[in-house]
């Protein structure tokens, strides 16, 4: 049931863009997007809902294919207080109240 | 308050012993999760619990045993544990919209770091 994120890992300097894919076989209700840097819980940044409802963060853009079972999370101009691990979070149309996270990619910005 | 606190931080415990992790929240949110997250990979779900009622077990082995008392704390009892069972265990919350608890942001807590010896 996971879903399968690209790349694996990415490196970026300052200021650089960079795309982040989900994609799952299940179809889905929603995708959640959340940053986890090393040692500490994840953290929400954005939600995309069947439909086409998005709730997140103002420099962090996101896009979901519901007919692909596909997301991906777009964040521009990096900082460096963007590396981490980026999880996509499926929830699948079953209804039930599940929260299945990808497979993660590792992103570092260096100076 | 947005927090969700687990007790917990580090627990290092032997493989006959009982233990027992806490979860709590007072954000009103009616369903409560727990998640296995071993070094380098993604959480796994474990257990979903909504409205106090377990919803999914996601055919976790019974020497993890969760309980939730009310609606602002959930355990996860364990007993006879195995070394690979070490790993950080999150606590997550959400809100209920409409019965569905994931129509926004679950909350996280910092996790428990357990090691089995």
């Known amino acids: 049931q996971q879903p399968v994120q690209s790349p694996q890992a990415v490196i970026l300097r300052e200021g650089e863009d960079a795309v982040i894919n989900c994609s799952s076989s299940k179809a889905l209700y929603s995708v959640h997007w959340y940053r986890q840097k090393h040692g500490e819980a994840p953290v929400f940044l954005m939600i995309l809902l069947k439909g086409g409802e998005q709730k997140g963060h103002e420099k962090i853009s996101a896009s979901f294919n519901e007919k692909k079972q596909q997301s991906s999370l777009y964040l521009t101009a990096s900082q460096l207080s963007y590396s981490g691990t980026y999880f996509c979070?499926?929830?699948?149309?079953?209804?039930?109240?599940?929260?299945?996270f990808g497979t993660g990619t590792r992103l570092t910005v260096i100076p | 308050d947005t927090e969700v606190t687990q007790t917990p931080k580090h627990l290092v415990m032997g493989m006959t012993n009982k233990k027992s992790l806490k979860c709590e929240q007072h954000?009103?949110?009616?369903?409560m999760y727990w998640y296995k997250q071993k070094a380098k990979k993604p959480p796994e779900l474990m257990f979903v619990?909504?409205?106090?009622?377990?919803?999914i077990n996601e055919s976790v082995p019974s020497r993890f045993s969760p309980e939730c008392p009310n609606s602002s704390l959930l355990n996860l009892h364990l007993h006879a544990l195995q070394p690979e069972d070490s790993a950080l265990y999150l606590c997550a919350s959400s809100q209920d919209w409409g019965g569905f608890f994931l129509n926004t942001e679950a909350f996280f807590g910092q996790g428990t770091r357990l090691t089995v010896v």
């Open positions: 619990y909504s409205y106090e009622k377990l919803s």
């Open positions: 979070g499926t929830v699948d149309q079953t209804g039930a109240n599940n929260l299945f």
């Open positions: 954000m009103g949110h009616r369903a």
